[in-house]
């Protein structure tokens, strides 16, 4: 006879950016039956203006610091992944060279944690830098074509049976509320975790990017100027459809979603300046789009942790954060996808245990009532 098959538990995971829906997938292949709930998805990344993920580069190129252990871990899990999947047609990721440019050399080199697993990974020698440079490394990286990426990763999700549904959430317990009520919410708002009543977090602030786009099918690979994030820091990606994203800007506690045009201007004056190749002589920058996007900067970092809310009717649900993710979203994600799987893995396994401990308890007791009628 067939094994009768468990229930599948419902999770809901509320937002629909790299992080929800990357999240959605990981919980959907361990087994849970997954509904993502947002006021934004992929499809329609309009209706909210503080939808991030839309608006980045992207590229991976880790910034986790030599005692991160976390953000490493995460980084190179990504990394991983994203490079397998790198051979799936329709996911808008691709292989290319990245360069990495300092203006001055320095005073101690230590080589990035990433290094020891990183394609092709070198120091350049002094005739690879270009004009102004003192200082370079090159690797092999993944560049990510969010535009196609982020429906691809819809896509997945919908076909191995999620569900979605688009709805502004004004509270947070008002997930686990009402027709389609849960007992586990993992909640990837980004930076809407700032505002979400139940939530609240004062430690989640802006950091604005600005980007430009080009069309400039002939640039192939990455240039990042500058090695750490900074208030003007500048790099140049390419995506898979020819479109070359040029930036940058990393302007903490800024909220303006308003490209400035001075802004851009400088933006690409200081691509040109590290990648000349974007404008062959005799041609004009093709520009295609102006963006900005608040990155979900948090003091202390991403908020990815448990915790157990009682309802006002008693009874206790399970929510765990994953938020916060800063600059770092897209080349972290399926390592805070992994992280939030095993939290709610274990938060359910420790709940079961002791509701088992408690009604052995109750039955130990009984038996003992039992007795003493005896
Ligand atoms: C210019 C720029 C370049 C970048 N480049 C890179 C890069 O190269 N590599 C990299 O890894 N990262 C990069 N990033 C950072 C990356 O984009 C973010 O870390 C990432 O997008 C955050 O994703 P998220 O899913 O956490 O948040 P979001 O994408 O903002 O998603 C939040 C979701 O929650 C929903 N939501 C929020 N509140 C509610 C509510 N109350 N009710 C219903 N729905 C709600 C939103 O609608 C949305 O669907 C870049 C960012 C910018 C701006």
Sequence with gaps: MAKKQEPKIPVT????????????????????????????????????PIYTSPAAGAHWRSYAAN?????????ELTFQTLLRLCSVPGTGLMIAPGYEFWAEKPDVWQDPFFARFIPKYQRLEAEALPQGCKFGISYETVCINVPKYLPWLLDQFL??????????????????????????VVNCTGFGARTLPGVADGHVYPTRGQIVQVFAPHVRHTVTRLGTMHEDFTYIIPRDDGIVVLGGTYQADNHSLEADPKTADDIIERCL????????????????????????????GTRCEAEW??????????????????????????????????????ELAQQRAS??????????????????KL
Excluded: M
């Excluded at 937002?15 to 993502?36: F, P, W």
């Excluded at 509701?355 to 003493?372: D, E, K, M």
């Design 67 to 75: 005692d991160d252990y976390r953000g490493q871990e995460w980084d």
């Design 13 to 48: 995971v509320l937002g629909a950016g790299v992080t929800g829906l990357t999240t959605a997938c990981i919980l959907q292949n361990r087994g849970y039956q997954v509904t993502v709930v947002s006021r934004a998805f992929p499809g329609n990344p309009d209706v909210d």
């Design 309 to 346: 809310r009682e309802l006002d009717n008693g009874r206790k649900v399970l929510l765990v954060h994953s938020y916060g993710h800063g600059g770092y979203g897209y080349q972290s994600s399926y390592g805070s996808a992994a992280t939030v799987t095993k939290i709610v893995d274990s």
């Design 273 to 300: 300046a590290i990648c000349p190749e974007l404008k062959p002589e005799g041609k004009s920058l093709e520009i295609v789009a102006h963006k900005v996007g608040l990155r979900p900067t948090r003091v202390g």
């Design 159 to 184: 076909y191995l049976g999620g569900k979605t549904e688009e709805r502004d959430v004004s509270h947070i317990d008002e997930l686990f509320q009402g027709k389609h009520a849960a007992n586990v």
């Design 355 to 372: 509701a088992r401990a408690a009604s052995n308890g109750a039955a130990a007791g009984r038996g003992r009532g039992g007795n003493a």
